[in-house]
């Protein structure tokens, strides 16, 4: 299995809107709607901000949200705040019962 | 609440196995809800999900490290651990251990909800 394709980085200004793109195969993100998104600053852990592509756990600002279209997943971020600068990772199930992470995007509010 | 903490050798010799264990707190492992996954980073890189294993045993595994990847579990102990076998530089890296939901009643996959902090494991002699 091939790592997710995540842009490696990202920017934006405080307030602003920005979206994330996620781009797998027919065999995982375009397979079914098992689509996960994962917050990681710098020295911790992940943390899920999004699961099944569009669901939020419970605590999570609804300025997080997630689509899909096709072989591509998308995260979106409005009202950007500083708290929001993060590496991101996408993952999806796959048709072999596994999972399988981007490569993880940087980032940046500027 | 569920807490998850890894614990590790910290070095390991290059060719000799590597062992890490997650130990579970605040929530029993049986359940049909939930399965328990590895997750590594390399320093400055992306994450690498290695695989899972169900309190029942079954276990999936990456294709990339299945030829060198055992899961186990405890659930008497609240553990489960991975071992990783003829290990080189290039499994130097982050281990984390997740707790990864899935809805019984639909199959649904709701993502990794619970993490570890990570133990780091170096290679080297």
């Known amino acids: 299995q091939s790592a997710l394709t995540q842009p490696a980085s990202v920017s934006g200004s405080p307030g602003q809107s920005i979206t994330i793109s996620c781009t797998g195969t027919?065999?995982?993100?375009?397979?079914?709607?098992?689509v996960a998104w994962y917050q990681q600053h710098p020295g911790k852990a992940p943390t899920l901000i999004i699961f099944d592509v569009s669901n939020r756990p419970s605590g999570v600002s609804n300025r997080f949200s997630g689509s899909k279209s096709g072989n591509t997943a998308s995260l979106t971020i409005s009202g950007l705040q500083a708290e929001d600068d993060a590496d991101y990772y996408c993952?999806?199930?796959?048709?072999?019962?596994?999972?399988?992470f981007g490569g993880g995007t940087k980032l940046t509010v500027l | 609440q569920v807490q998850l903490q890894e614990s590790g050798p910290g070095l390991v010799k290059p060719s000799q196995t590597l062992s890490v264990t997650c130990s579970v707190s605040?929530?029993?492992?049986?359940?049909?809800?939930?399965?328990w996954n590895w997750i590594r980073q390399p320093a400055g890189k992306g994450l690498e999900w290695i695989g899972r294993?169900?309190?029942?045993?079954?276990?999936n595994y990456n294709p990339s490290l299945r030829s060198r990847v055992t899961m186990s579990v405890d659930t008497s102990k609240s553990q489960f651990s991975l071992k990783l076998t003829s290990v080189s530089a290039a499994d130097t890296a982050v281990y984390y251990c997740a707790r990864g939901v899935v809805v019984v009643a639909t199959g649904y996959f709701n993502g990794m909800d619970v993490w570890g902090q990570g133990t780091t494991v170096t290679v080297s002699s």
């Open positions: 605040g929530d029993s492992m049986n359940s049909d809800s939930y399965y």
């Open positions: 294993i169900y309190t029942s045993g079954n276990t």
């Open positions: 993952s999806s199930y796959t048709t072999w019962s596994t999972w399988v």
């Open positions: 027919i065999r995982d993100v375009g397979g079914h709607n098992f």
